[in-house]
């Protein structure tokens, strides 16, 4: 069964800072990977997803991703961090002809002026 | 006009009541889904329909009942409440079964007393 690792539960950064949230999956296959934000009492954004190509992947509000096959990584990034990142994010994972999104458990995210 | 909408946002129960979560969305999506977030935000996959059909149904308790008048709607009926269906239900819908993503509604707080 495919499963989705998120190493860290939290982690804080300055503002200005440079991010990575690490993501490790299991799967036999190159599976369908995306990241997800959820900031407090709000739904699920997508932040960006990887289904083959260019493995390093751009996304919104300035997040970008690098997909590693040997790593069997999707982490995150992002250059310089903004108080209004403060947020969980979320890895997922879905098979290739799929039908169901597996999520890792999360990183929150803190940001300090 | 909001793409994945849920009824009510937050519901406050007495153990052994049952009630309803709503999901409606104005996509054109043929998929729908119901996750669970639990007390430590992990999300988990309970139930999907594709064209009205039942295609995943995650072990989840028989007193969970999904129902899907039409491909634009997935409610969720749950009997017999219990503390521990304390959770935020969340409702996502995608166009097919794969290699799309999924739209997230804002979610469904269940409080269970």
């Known amino acids: 069964a495919q499963s989705v690792t998120q190493p860290d539960i939290h982690i804080t950064v300055s503002e200005g800072a440079s991010l990575e949230l690490r993501c490790n999956y299991s799967?036999?296959?190159?599976?369908?990977l995306f990241w997800y934000v959820q900031s407090p009492g709000q739904g699920l954004q997508l932040l960006l997803k990887y289904f083959s190509g260019d493995t390093l992947v751009q996304g919104i509000k300035g997040f970008e991703a690098e997909f590693k096959r040997s790593q069997s990584s999707f982490n995150l990034r992002k250059p310089s961090v903004h108080w209004s990142d403060a947020a969980e994010y979320f890895c997922a994972v879905d098979r290739t002809y799929g039908n169901k999104l597996v999520f890792g458990a999360g990183t929150i995210l803190r940001v300090k002026s | 006009d909001t793409a994945v909408s849920q009824t009510p946002k937050y519901l406050v129960t007495q153990m052994g009541n049952d009630k309803s979560i709503k999901c409606e969305q104005n996509?054109?999506?043929?998929?729908m889904y119901w996750y669970k977030q639990d007390s430590k935000k992990f999300l988990k996959i309970m139930f999907s329909y594709n064209n009205k059909e039942l295609i995943i149904n995650e072990t989840v308790p028989n007193r969970f009942s999904p129902k899907s008048p039409d491909k634009a709607h997935l409610n969720l009926h749950i009997n017999s409440l219990e503390l521990g269906d304390s959770a935020v239900y969340f409702c996502?819908?995608?166009?097919?079964?794969?290699?799309?993503?999924?739209?997230f509604g804002a979610g469904s707080r269940l409080t269970v007393l």
């Open positions: 799967y036999g296959a190159t599976p369908y």
């Open positions: 996509l054109g999506h043929d998929t």
């Open positions: 996502a819908s995608r166009r097919g079964l794969s290699a799309n993503v999924l739209t």
